[in-house]
């Protein structure tokens, strides 16, 4: 008959059409979770912009204010001091209530309605909206001591900071059991970049003035959004797919399996290259950009330091209570001046 050509067609259909087909709504979900490519792509994006303002800010303050400059977790931005945090707070607030609401397939309700527990299926969800918590916690509080300005508010910014980077990683851990084979190796090299994050973190507590703690912690910033990218394209987009591994539905999840162990072999091996020539190409752009805004911002003295750079006001860092600055005039008698910052602060 005519309908027998059409269910032949429609008999086999390809892992991806097939997860189409089914279920419409499952697939908007996937492409917004962290189990495919947009969900991979979207936050790397995120971690490489944040990565790249970090790091331009920590070279550029520490080029022109070398015996005074200290990493802090944020810098504001020229003409909306808070923009750093206000996106990270808005757009995590956005992740998170997708992620809990309409990203679970049962009714958008994030919970079991017949007795309010967390279903198996539903555990990445709220896996990856700890981690967006995590966020949008430390983003909140960097507001709130930039405007009360505590005395141990840098401190406290740094352990909140290491709060994240240590939640991202156990998260990450977690969520790393559930995969095998090529996708476990993808994301326990990420697991290692998460690691210098949190390291650098933690070293900035005791080393407050390292230049090298604060150049360190921009650039894995970067790495993990270069990483997350590289991630997303090369195990969750077909076409990419290493030589005897496929793109498969299990159970409304995305895998990876490979025909055999040479065939893993090989994938991760790559996966190892793919990770290494990453490395190597964000520490020659990290050395560059250092090289480039070397020459374009020369050291300012410090005594002209008063917030003016050839006629502009320039941003300061979002520090805990601004130090007062002594000097000692001839007399032997000190002159305060930390007093010549307080106008500065009236006008934000």
Same mark, same amino acid.
């Given at each position: ?14 892992p991806i059409f ?54 802090? +977790?944020?810098?504001?931005?020229? /003409? ?13 607030? +956005? ?84 995969? *095998? ?33 604060g150049f360190a ?42 025909d055999g162990h ?46 003016? *750079? ?28 930390? /007093? ?9």
């Open positions: 008959s005519n309908k027998e050509p059409l269910l032949i067609v429609l008999s086999s259909p390809s097939l997860r189409s087909y089914q279920n419409p709504r499952r697939v908007s979900f996937r492409a917004a979770s962290m189990g495919t490519l947009v969900g991979h792509v979207i936050p790397g994006f995120a971690f490489l912009v944040f990565g790249l303002w970090h790091l331009y800010n920590h070279i550029k303050l520490h080029c022109q204010r070398p015996k005074s400059y200290a990493p802090p +977790t944020w810098f504001p931005a020229p /003409k909306v001091r808070h923009l750093e945090l206000y996106i990270i707070l808005f757009g995590g607030s +956005t992740y998170l209530v997708t992620e809990l609401f309409v990203g679970p397939s049962s009714h958008h309700h994030p919970l079991d309605p017949t007795d309010w527990s967390i279903p198996t299926n539903h555990l990445h969800n709220f896996q990856h909206s700890t981690m967006t918590l995590a966020f949008i916690v430390h983003a909140a509080f960097a507001l709130h001591f930039d405007r009360v300005r505590p005395r141990a508010g840098q401190m406290m910014s740094l352990l909140l900071g290491s709060m994240v980077f240590g939640v991202e990683l156990l998260m990450f851990n977690i969520h790393s059991n559930g995969h *095998v084979g090529l996708e476990w190796q993808y994301h326990w090299l990420l697991q290692a970049v998460i690691s210098v994050s949190l390291a650098t973190t933690l070293l900035g507590i005791g080393y407050p003035r390292s230049f090298a703690v912690r921009s650039v894995s910033v970067v790495f993990q959004g270069v990483w997350f990218k590289v991630l997303g394209v090369f195990v969750y987009s077909p076409r990419f797919i290493p030589k005897g591994c496929s793109l498969q539905n299990h159970e409304g999840f995305l895998v990876v399996p490979c040479a065939s893993l072999h090989r994938a991760k091996s790559l996966a190892n290259l793919q990770f290494a020539w990453s490395l190597v190409v964000v520490a020659i752009f990290s050395v560059w950009f250092y090289l480039h805004l070397a020459k374009k911002y020369p050291e300012v003295p410090e005594y002209e330091c008063l917030g003016k *750079v050839d006629g502009h006001v320039e941003d300061e860092l979002p520090e805990s209570p601004k130090k007062k600055v002594e000097e000692k005039d001839k007399s032997g008698n000190f002159l305060h001046v930390g /007093k010549w910052f307080e106008p500065m602060d009236l006008e934000r």
